[in-house]
């Protein structure tokens, strides 16, 4: 999983203020963030906002708790820009238990993104 945080979209940030110092702000991003900003992902990510709420897990944990619980993810890569953002994410262990298969469902009909297995 590149970016199980979405660039930080999935944190928040970007939702709540324009941080000038935001990894989406670099001119190279532009395509990036047009793809994350879009409609349709803010109005998943105010839903996976609000089940976050309900189940206890920060957003960032949610996420990559849902890479790390995801048959369909071999790897996570954190890419962290700050120490304290990675002992943040590392944190996550302490929710795995939440991760369970009603869980894991739910996130699953919030984010309509599963792989769909071939027919062979």
Avoid at 49 to 64: A, C, T, V
Avoid at 78 to 96: C, D, F, I, P
Avoid at 99 to 116: R, W
Wanted: aromatic share 6%; charged share 25%; net charge positive.
């Amino acid at each position: 999983i590149w970016s199980p945080l979405a660039s930080g979209v999935l944190s928040g940030k970007y939702l709540h203020g324009d941080d000038p110092e935001a990894r989406l702000k670099r001119a190279e991003l532009h395509w990036l963030k047009d793809r994350l900003m879009a409609e349709k992902t803010i109005a998943t990510i105010k839903k996976l906002q609000n089940f976050s709420k309900e189940i206890g897990p920060s957003m960032p944990h949610l996420s990559i708790g849902w890479c790390l619980k995801n048959p369909d993810v071999s790897t996570v890569i954190l890419g962290a820009s700050k120490t304290s953002q990675l002992k943040e994410n590392l944190q996550v262990t302490q929710h795995m238990y939440k991760f369970t298969p009603e869980v894991m469902e739910q996130l699953e009909s919030i984010l309509e993104n599963k792989p769909k297995q071939p027919a062979f």
